[in-house]
T-cell receptor, first 113, second 115 residues
Framework: EAGVAQSPRYKIIEKRQSVAFWCNPI?????LYWYQQILGQGPKLLIQ????????DSQLPKDRFSAERLKGVDSTLKIQPAKLEDSAVYLC???????????FGPGTRLLVL | GESVGLHLPTLSVQEGDNSIINCAYS??????FIWYKQESGKGPQFIID?????DKRQGQRVTVLLNKTVKHLSLQIAATQPGDSAVYFC??????????????FGQGTELSVKP
């Protein structure tokens, strides 16, 4: 079974630029999560989707971050404009349903200069 | 508030010894706990989980213990191997309202195995 796929693996941008990350969850997984992991810390949930609907986006900085999962499968996370403090690893995870085991992708490492 | 923390940020053990990684959680309503292993440059990898109606669960070379009285979680790794070197995170699911599925992660413990 293929795991969670993410791209790109690395991205370097300058502050105020925009960036987008892509995630393809495990086939059949209805729930998709985006986490932000700052160096030396545990992942922090940004947004959770159930199929194509948002379940929890309470910790998503909505003035600059947006995410969508239009067809209930792939998802994109966008940052516009980026700030220095957005430098982190952005992890995508999926689970069959909410409250089930979450499986993580390799992450996208973002450096904002 | 909701928080999950680890007692020790680093742990160094000799190959073949047993490792114990500890975690404290603050939300007594949490129902589900998970241990993840994260190697450098990779995403967290599921190791083992436990629900609040259990106090012990065993996997292959790993055991998770849950003490709800003192809100403490531990991960025991038997016969630690160099491949076990990684950062280990505990995570809890508070199951509060519509936060179903949301995991709260601790800071992590870095396990280093000396050959």
């Amino acid at each position: 079974e293929a795991g969670v796929a993410q791209s790109p693996r690395y991205k370097i941008i300058e502050k105020r630029q925009s960036v987008a990350f892509w995630c393809n969850p495990i086939s059949g997984h209805a729930t998709l999560y985006w986490y932000q992991q700052i160096l030396g810390q545990g992942p922090k949930l940004l947004i959770q989707f159930q199929n194509n609907g948002v379940v929890d986006d309470s910790q998503l900085p909505k003035d600059r971050f947006s995410a969508e999962r239009l067809k209930g499968v792939d998802s994109t996370l966008k940052i516009q404009p980026a700030k220095l403090e957005d430098s982190a690893v952005y992890l995508c995870a999926s689970s069959l349903l909410d409250l089930e085991t979450q499986y993580f992708g390799p992450g996208t490492r973002l450096l904002v200069l | 508030g909701e928080s999950v923390g680890l007692h020790l940020p680093t742990l160094s053990v000799q190959e073949g010894d047993n490792s114990i990684i500890n975690c404290a959680y603050s939300n007594s309503a949490s129902d589900y706990f998970i241990w993840y292993k994260q190697e450098s440059g990779k995403g967290p990898q599921f190791i083992i989980d436990i629900r609040s109606n259990m106090d012990k669960r065993q996997g292959q070379r790993v055991t998770v213990l849950l003490n709800k009285t003192v809100k403490h979680l531990s991960l025991q790794i038997a016969a630690t191997q160099p491949g076990d070197s990684a950062v280990y995170f505990c995570a809890e699911n508070p199951l509060l309202g519509n936060q179903g599925g949301k995991l709260i992660f601790g800071q992590g413990t870095e396990l280093s195995v000396k050959p």
